[in-house]
């Protein structure tokens, strides 16, 4: 198995400027594997849902390469549900409603088939349970990356430094990034959460792209600017889904070809956020994938000219 993904399988309630859904399917996990699924056929998923939760999303999972031993279904419980409202600018939401269920008490399995994988995500949770996958494996990917939030700064920031030591890629926004460090240079917040254990660090800026500091080099990836976002749910997990996903089936760390990776999870994002939920990511062929990323080149493509 090429990639291990960690992380919620939910149901999702959505409110944006623009409309409003009942329960959907969502939740980090199902968005991250989605989305490497477009590159990675040979793939695992480690969670945990209701008896709720519908089977033909299950299915469809697995058509799409995704191992799903790992997800266990719990009889008589019900699956993570959140609900969340966009304001205005599409760039703040509140959280509504949170109800943990089947994940408050998530111990996670790791099946015997996803054991030797050589790239591991770890999904937004508590960062003990993404400790947890780490020990239960019984040899070390080449690469374990991870996505967080303020959340579990303010509640469990012990626990998260405790994991963060055992990384190599975290992924984080730069408010987050900011929270982290207690700096307000994104460069100096880079330098100190790199002295707590990921040697790479990507820092998402919503609508304005992504930064990748990777050993002495930095790299910054535009966002497309996109004339309408329909619903932000899920584009950071998209991203990181589509990063993780180009890397484990390139198999390469360098720096040069995370760059790539990160044009690919932006070009992913930019499609997720088109319709409500996992919706967008189920249509994308290879050519609007291709059609995309060359729009990313062409953005930030120019030549100087030498002054006379
Ligand atoms: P994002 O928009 O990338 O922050 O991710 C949104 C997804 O994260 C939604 O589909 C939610 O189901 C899921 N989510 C929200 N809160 C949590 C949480 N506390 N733990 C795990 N997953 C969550």
Redesign the pocket.
């Known amino acids: 198995m090429k990639l291990i993904t960690v ?2 399988v ?3 309630a959505i409110e944006t400027p623009f409309g409003k859904t009942d329960k959907i399917v ?3 996990g ?2 991250i594997s989605l989305a490497s699924s477009f590159f990675v056929e040979n793939q695992g998923l480690v969670s945990v849902v209701g008896e709720d939760f519908p089977e033909e999303t299950l299915n469809y999972l697995t058509k799409k390469g995704i191992n799903i031993d790992g997800i266990q279904i719990k009889k008589g419980e019900k699956t ?1 549900f ?1 609900s ?1 409202r966009y304001h205005n600018d599409m760039n703040s939401r509140d ?1 509504l409603i ?1 109800e ?1 269920n089947v ?1 408050g008490s998530f111990d996670p399995v790791i099946p015997s088939a996803y054991q030797g994988a050589d790239y591991l995500m770890l ?3 508590s960062p003990e349970v993404q400790r947890q996958v780490i020990e239960r494996l019984d040899q070390r990917p080449k690469l374990i990356a991870m996505d967080t ?1 303020n ?1 579990w700064m303010d509640i469990a920031l012990d626990e998260l430094k405790k994991t963060m030591a055992l990384i190599d890629v975290l992924i984080i926004n730069d408010e987050e990034a900011r929270q982290l460090s207690k700096e307000y240079s994104l460069v100096k917040a880079a330098m100190v959460i790199r002295e707590m254990g990921p040697e790479i660090l990507i820092i998402k800026k919503g609508e304005h792209g992504a930064l990748l500091f990777h050993g002495e080099d930095i790299f910054f990836a535009p966002a497309l600017p996109l004339e309408e976002v329909f619903d ?7 991203f990181a889904g589509g990063f993780m996903g180009y890397i484990a089936a390139t198999g390469d760390t360098s720096f040069e070809n995370m760059k790539r990776a990160i044009i690919a999870g932006s070009a992913l994002a930019s499609f997720c956020v088109e319709k409500f ?1 996992t919706e967008r990511l189920t249509e994308i062929t290879k050519q609007d994938f291709d059609e995309r990323v060359s729009r990313f080149v062409s953005l930030a493509n120019f030549e100087m000219n030498q002054l006379a």
């Open positions: 992380g919620s939910a149901f999702d969502g939740g980090a199902t968005f993570f959140w969340g959280t949170t943990l994940l999904g937004n949770l939030m959340f932000p749910t899920g584009a950071g997990d998209t939920g």
